[in-house]
């Protein structure tokens, strides 16, 4: 059974830093793209990261400099390290795996989100 768990959230001060882990089973994550997402109360979801299975990445606009996505394929672990967090950071954290098919069709596994909150 697919499995997407993330962790790491908290409360941090303005300039702090946090590191979100996501933990991924039952997909091969490996082979596969992987994103992290946000959302802010009263906006939209949006893509923070993402890294591909070759390892090349990109970040939102709002992040570069900031953000660094990371993963681990021995452990099936993707990681968003944040530095210099900005009250605008806050919002829940969210990991999507991706798992790619033959036929050209994907699939999309989201975890339960934690919640980043940037303040003093």
């Known amino acids: 059974q697919e499995q997407v768990v993330e962790s790491g959230g908290g409360l941090v001060q303005p300039g702090g830093s946090l590191r979100l882990t996501c933990r991924v089973s039952?997909?091969?994550?490996?082979?596969?793209?992987a994103e992290w997402y946000r959302q802010a109360p009263g906006r939209q979801r949006e893509r923070v990261a993402l890294?591909?299975?070759?390892?090349?990445?990109d970040y939102a606009d709002s992040v570069k400099g900031r953000f660094s996505i990371s993963r681990d394929n021995a452990k099936d672990t993707l990681y968003l390290e944040m530095s210099n967090l900005k009250p605008e950071d806050t919002a829940v954290y969210y990991c999507?795996?991706?798992?790619?098919?033959?036929?050209?069709?994907?699939?999309?596994?989201w975890g339960q989100g934690t919640q980043v909150t940037v303040a003093s």
């Open positions: 999507k795996a991706i798992e790619a098919y033959t036929n050209g069709e994907t699939l999309d596994f």
């Open positions: 039952g997909i091969l994550f490996s082979s596969n793209d």
């Open positions: 890294i591909t299975s070759t390892g090349r990445t």
